[in-house]
């Protein structure tokens, strides 16, 4: 069993910064993919970004390359999200997951663990 849990998320004007972090407890952290999803209302679930085992190796949506960073903190067992440049389409509920196996995987059925969700609403 695999226990996420994310925190970091909150309310901020565009153009601000927000960090949110994944803490994972439960099987080995180190040996698999993590990734980032978002979900607005109404709207599908979304891979945001994600990153190998190592961490050598990212995944980044279109829409938020060169504003969000994705890294990991093995020894932590923390996954984080680093957000700048935040806009108002940037608002929704952020899920942190764990991959099914070590590579990034960029379907949503290949995550088997869910952390609880954190809000995160940008006002313009």
């Known amino acids: 069993q695999v226990q996420l849990v994310e925190s970091g998320g909150g309310l901020v004007q565009a153009g601000g910064s927000l960090r949110l972090s994944c803490a994972a407890s439960?099987?080995?952290?180190?040996?698999?993919?993590m990734g980032w999803f978002r979900q607005a209302p109404g709207k599908e679930r979304e891979l945001v970004a994600a990153?190998?085992?190592?961490?050598?190796?990212?995944y980044y949506l279109d829409s938020v390359k060169g504003r969000f960073t994705i890294s990991r903190d093995n020894a932590k067992i923390t996954v984080y999200l680093q957000m700048n440049s935040l806009k108002p389409e940037d608002t929704a509920v952020y899920y942190c997951?764990?991959?099914?196996?070590?590579?990034?995987?960029?379907?949503?059925?290949?995550?088997?663990?869910w952390g609880q969700g954190t809000q995160v609403t940008i006002s313009s």
């Open positions: 997951a764990q991959g099914q196996g070590s590579e990034i995987l960029y379907n949503k059925y290949q995550y088997r663990y």
């Open positions: 439960g099987r080995t952290f180190s040996s698999y993919a």
């Open positions: 990153i190998n085992w190592s961490g050598g190796n990212r």
